[in-house]
């Protein structure tokens, strides 16, 4: 099975920041790489699938790019609705989620 | 509008059996592939496992596929998580999931919360 190997699982920022998550596959999942945003006592919420195309409702400011077995997901000039934990998810072959980010202010 | 919504969670003994029920509403319910997801006290989620929009076939991760067994029942739009044998590690918030083949999931319940514990 793959594992998604994602970092950091802590991150610090002050507003108007830009943020960078990275995962990394155990194998080549050929794009095929969700992220998702979690706030406290709620489910999560899709925000890019295939690494780079934003779900309807998703901001600008939310992006992603990479392939064969790196990814990132980024967030230029976080704003205060932004502080969440994010996962990201390889679906190509079963489902795996990386181990998640917890994004706090500084 | 697109609702799932869980049920069947709480306190439950360790060695016992418990199963879960998420309703569906707002689409049409045999025409997806459902899933289960679950989150650990400590925030890890984990794939559980899916089943196909016909019922037919099932995916399991590997290391829960002996205990659990997800089914539905298409005429009432209902997916089942059937958990047998549970232990302590099996402590964490349940969410029943929609996804198509080769997509992330879409859309998530609100979570039923599970405790295993004596």
Redesign the interface.
């Known amino acids: 099975d793959i594992q998604m190997t994602q970092s950091p699982p802590s991150l610090s920022a002050s507003l108007g920041d830009k943020v960078t998550i990275t995962c990394q596959a155990s194998q080549n999942i050929n794009k095929y790489i969700a992220w998702y945003q979690q706030k406290p006592g709620k489910a999560p919420r899709l925000l890019i699938r295939y690494t780079s195309t934003l779900e309807s409702g998703t901001p600008s400011r939310f992006s992603g790019s990479g392939s064969g077995r790196d990814y990132s997901f980024s967030i230029s000039n976080v704003e205060s609705e932004d502080i969440a934990s994010y996962y990201c998810l390889q679906y190509v072959n079963l489902r795996t989620f990386g181990g998640g980010t917890k994004l706090e202010l500084k | 509008e697109v609702q799932l919504v869980e049920s069947g969670g709480g306190l439950v003994q360790p060695g016992a059996s418990l199963k879960l029920s998420c309703v569906a509403s707002g689409f049409t319910f045999s025409d997806y592939w459902m899933?289960w997801?679950r989150q650990t006290p400590g925030?890890?989620?984990?794939?559980i496992g899916?089943i196909k929009y016909d019922g037919s076939y099932t995916?399991y991760?590997?290391s829960l596929k002996n205990r659990f067994t997800i089914s539905r029942d298409n005429a009432k739009s209902t997916l089942y998580l059937q958990m047998s044998n549970v232990r302590s590690e099996d402590t964490a918030t349940y969410?029943c999931t929609r996804?198509e083949w080769?997509?992330?999931?879409?859309y998530?319940?609100?979570?039923v919360m599970v405790t295993v514990s004596s």
Not at chain 2, 43 to 47: I, N, P, R, Y
Not at chain 2, 102 to 106: K, R
Not at chain 2, 108 to 111: P, S
Request: no cysteine; net charge negative.
């Open positions: 899933s997801v925030k890890t989620m984990e794939w899916d995916n991760a590997p969410y996804a080769l997509s992330p999931f879409d998530w319940g609100q979570g």
